[in-house]
C-alpha cells in the first residue's frame, strides 16, 4: 500500500500484555523487556516514551505518562521465562519492589513494609513523626532479659 512502510523494531511488552503472568508487583508503568521481534507500519506507532532501569526511575523528581521502568527481560520464545528469576523481596507478604505502591522502612532492622501488611492504621502519624519501627523488632525491644541476683551461699555451708 502507497505510504505504509514496514518498521523493524524490538517490543517492549507491557506487563499487562501477558495478564496470566501480571504479579500484583509489576508496577503500572513496567515494562518487560523482549527478545520478540516484529514487523510494525509505521502509522501503528503512538509516540515515543523513556524506558529506564527501576534505580533510575526511582530517582525520578517527577514521573510523567511517557516514563517507564524496566527490570525484568522477558522471553516469549520457547519455554517462557523471565530474567532474573530471583528477585528480592519484602515486608511480611515476602513480594518484590512495587514503584506504585507505598512502603515505611523500619527504623531498627532497615526493612521495609507495606503500611496495611504491618498494621499501620494511621499512616498520618507515620509521616508526622517520620518514624516507623516493625512488629519483630518492637517485640524484641520489649522483651528485655530479666537479671536475677544470685544467693550468696553463707559461709560454711555445701
Known amino acids: 500500500m502507497a505510504?505504509?512502510?514496514d518498521l523493524f523494531c524490538i517490543l517492549l511488552h507491557s506487563s499487562a500484555f501477558e495478564k496470566r503472568?501480571?504479579?500484583?508487583?509489576?508496577g503500572v508503568q513496567e515494562l518487560l523487556l523482549s527478545n520478540w521481534a516484529d514487523w510494525n507500519y509505521v502509522q501503528c506507532i503512538e509516540g515515543t516514551c523513556r524506558v529506564h532501569a527501576l534505580a533510575d526511575y526511582q530517582t525520578l523528581q517527577q514521573v510523567t505518562e511517557d516514563d517507564y521502568f524496566c527490570r525484568f527481560e522477558y522471553s516469549p520464545l520457547g519455554p517462557r521465562t523471565f530474567s532474573p528469576d530471583v528477585v528480592p523481596v519484602y515486608c511480611h507478604c515476602a513480594?518484590?519492589?512495587n514503584p506504585d505502591l507505598l512502603?515505611?522502612?523500619?527504623e531498627a532492622c532497615n526493612d521495609w513494609f507495606h503500611p496495611e501488611c504491618a498494621g499501620i492504621r494511621d499512616l498520618e502519624a507515620v509521616r508526622k513523626h517520620g518514624q516507623f519501627t516493625c512488629?519483630?523488632?518492637?517485640?524484641?525491644s520489649q522483651a528485655i532479659p530479666k537479671i536475677k541476683k544470685k544467693k550468696k551461699k553463707p559461709r560454711g555451708s555445701h
Request: net charge neutral; with cysteine.
Open 21 to 26: 503472568n501480571e504479579k500484583v508487583w509489576h
Open 103 to 106: 512502603m515505611v522502612e523500619c
Open 3 to 5: 505510504g505504509w512502510i
Open 135 to 140: 512488629t519483630p523488632c518492637t517485640r524484641a
Open 95 to 97: 513480594l518484590p519492589y
